[in-house]
C-alpha cells in the first residue's frame, strides 16, 4: 500500500494531465472527423469514435500497469523486449494482413494490430541500455556501427512492409546521439545533406555542379585564406571548361555543359593534390573528399529517387517542392486539407460544423489528416492552442529527461522525445503541406489502437523511470 502512495506521490502529474487532455482532444476531433447524425452517440461503439473510446480506456489500463511494474524490469528485459518486438516484425511480413498496401498489420478478430508502432519504444530501451553500459564511448566504430545496427534493423523490417512513414520515424534517433555528445557540426554536416537532396530533385545536374564547385572553392579559400590560390585555381577549371565547350561546338560534338564541366574538375584533381602535397595543406584532401562524397551522394539520391522509390512517394515529393503539380490526382490530399485547414480562418466554423470533413473531401480524416479537423473547425486560434500543447508536452519531457540520475532513464527520454516530436512535427506539417505525405499519426489524436497504446507505453515507462528517480 505505502509502495502505491509513493509512486503516485513521485509520478509528473503535470505530463499526465497534458496527456489526458491531448488524448480528449483527439477523441473530441475523430468524432468531429466521422460525425454522422445518423450515429450522433459518442460513446457508440460501432463507429469510430467509439471504438477510440474502447483503446482510451485500454490504454489507461496499460499505463497503470505499467506505473506498477518495478521500474529495474525495463532495465532488465530491454533486449529481450527489442528481440520480440523485431520476431514481430518478421511475423508480420509472414503472417500479416495488408491495408493501404502495407504488409504490417496482425488481424485478431476484429482487433488490427500493428508491431510497428511498438517497435519504437522497443528500441528506445534497446539503446539506452546499450548506450548507458559500463565502457561505452560514443566515439568509437564498434559503438557507431552498433547502435546504427540497434536502430536500422527494425527500421528495414518495416521498409520490408512497404511502410516508409513508420520506418523514417527511426531517424529522429539522432538526436539522442547529438544529447550525447554528437559535436555540432556532424548536424550540420546532416542538415547540408537534406539540403543537397533537395538541390538534386529542383536542379539541373550542371547548376548542381556549379554550385558544389563554388562551395568547395569558397571553403578553401575562407578556411585556408589563399584567395589568389582559390581564384587561379577556379579560373583554370572553368577556363578549360571554356575551351572544351569551343572544341565541341566547333567539332559539332554534343557535348552536355554536365560534362564540359565535370572533365576539367577530374583533370584538376591530381593537381590539387600535388599542390596540397608541396605546400602540406591537408585542407585540400578535405575538401576533395567532400567534392567527391557530394557528387556520390547527388548520384545516389538520383538513382534512388526515380529507380528505388515508388510512384506516390516521387510525386508527392515533387509535389511538395512545386516541381509538379496535381491538385486532382497526388496531390489531392494535400490540396483538400489546406482548403479544410484555410476555411476555418481565425475563429473556426464550430464544432461539429466542418463541411470539407463532413462531406469526406479530405481522405484518411481521422488518422493520418485528423489535423485539419482542428483547422477547420477550431480556426487558426484552435489550432494554436493544440500546437502549444503539444510544445508543452514536448518541453515538458525534455526536462523530465534532464533531471533522471540515471544514464539509461536520460537516454530513453531522450528517445521518447524524439519520436514524439517527429510524430508530431511530421504530421502537422503535411496536412498543411510542408512535409511530404508519409502516413504517420499525430500523437493522442489520430484514430488507432495500435499509435495510441504504443505513444501511451513509450511515454509512461518515461514516467515510471522519473517517478523512480529517488529511489
Not at 599542390?275 to 562524397?293: D, E, G, M, P
Request: charged letters at 10%.
Amino acid at each position: 500500500m505505502q509502495r502505491r502512495i509513493n509512486i503516485l506521490r513521485n509520478l509528473d502529474w503535470t505530463t499526465i494531465f497534458l496527456y489526458l487532455a491531448l488524448v480528449f482532444m483527439g477523441w473530441l476531433n475523430i468524432y468531429a472527423a466521422v460525425y454522422s447524425e445518423e450515429h450522433n452517440s459518442i460513446f457508440d461503439v460501432s463507429q469510430r469514435y467509439g471504438s477510440q473510446l474502447i483503446w482510451i480506456l485500454a490504454a489507461l489500463v496499460i499505463a497503470s500497469v505499467i506505473l506498477l511494474v518495478d521500474s529495474r524490469f525495463y532495465f532488465v528485459f530491454a533486449n529481450y523486449i527489442y528481440v520480440a518486438l523485431l520476431l514481430l516484425l518478421v511475423s508480420v511480413l509472414i503472417f500479416g494482413v495488408e491495408v493501404n498496401a502495407s504488409k504490417s498489420w496482425f488481424h485478431i478478430g476484429s482487433i488490427r494490430i500493428q508491431p510497428a508502432e511498438f517497435a519504437k519504444f522497443a528500441t528506445a530501451l534497446a539503446l539506452a541500455k546499450y548506450m548507458s553500459s559500463y565502457g561505452f564511448k560514443l566515439f568509437r566504430f564498434s559503438s557507431l556501427s552498433t547502435i546504427a545496427f540497434i536502430t536500422l534493423l527494425p527500421a528495414g523490417l518495416i521498409l520490408l512492409q512497404n511502410d516508409t512513414g513508420s520506418a523514417l520515424v527511426y531517424t529522429s534517433f539522432i538526436f539522442i546521439l547529438y544529447r550525447e555528445g554528437l559535436p555540432h557540426w556532424v548536424m550540420l554536416f546532416l542538415a547540408f545533406f537534406i539540403v543537397l537532396f533537395i538541390f538534386v530533385l529542383v536542379f539541373n545536374k550542371f547548376v548542381l555542379l556549379v554550385i558544389l564547385f563554388g562551395i568547395t572553392m569558397l571553403l578553401f579559400a575562407l578556411l585556408s585564406q589563399k584567395y589568389r590560390d582559390s581564384i587561379r585555381f577556379s579560373l583554370g577549371v572553368l577556363g578549360l571548361g571554356a575551351i572544351l565547350y569551343g572544341a565541341s561546338e566547333f567539332f559539332n560534338l554534343n557535348i552536355s555543359l554536365y560534362y564540359l564541366l565535370l572533365i576539367p574538375l577530374v583533370i584538376a584533381i591530381p593537381i590539387a593534390l600535388i599542390y596540397a602535397y608541396l605546400n602540406k595543406i591537408r585542407l585540400v584532401l578535405f575538401l576533395l573528399f567532400f567534392l567527391l562524397s557530394t557528387l556520390t551522394f547527388s548520384f545516389s539520391v538520383d538513382y534512388i529517387f526515380h529507380n528505388v522509390l515508388e510512384r506516390h512517394h516521387r510525386e508527392r515529393i515533387m509535389d511538395l517542392l512545386g516541381i509538379e503539380s496535381d491538385p486532382l490526382g497526388y496531390g489531392y490530399n494535400v490540396n483538400q486539407s489546406k482548403i479544410a485547414i484555410g476555411s476555418g480562418g481565425l475563429m473556426g466554423k464550430g464544432y461539429l460544423q466542418g463541411t470539407q470533413t463532413k462531406y469526406n473531401f479530405v481522405p484518411e480524416q481521422s488518422t493520418d489528416f485528423i489535423f485539419c479537423t482542428v483547422g477547420e473547425e477550431w480556426g487558426f486560434l484552435g489550432s494554436s492552442v493544440v500546437i502549444i500543447v503539444f510544445v508543452v508536452f514536448l518541453l515538458r519531457l525534455i526536462r523530465i529527461a534532464e533531471r533522471q540520475k540515471e544514464a539509461f532513464a536520460r537516454i530513453y527520454g531522450y528517445g521518447v522525445v524524439s519520436v514524439f516530436t517527429f510524430h508530431t512535427m511530421v504530421n502537422i506539417g503535411m496536412t498543411i503541406g510542408v512535409f511530404p505525405v508519409i502516413g504517420i499519426p499525430l500523437p493522442f489524436f489520430s484514430y488507432g489502437g495500435s499509435s495510441l497504446w504504443a505513444f501511451t507505453i513509450l511515454l509512461f515507462i518515461f514516467l515510471k523511470f522519473d517517478s523512480s528517480r529517488r529511489d
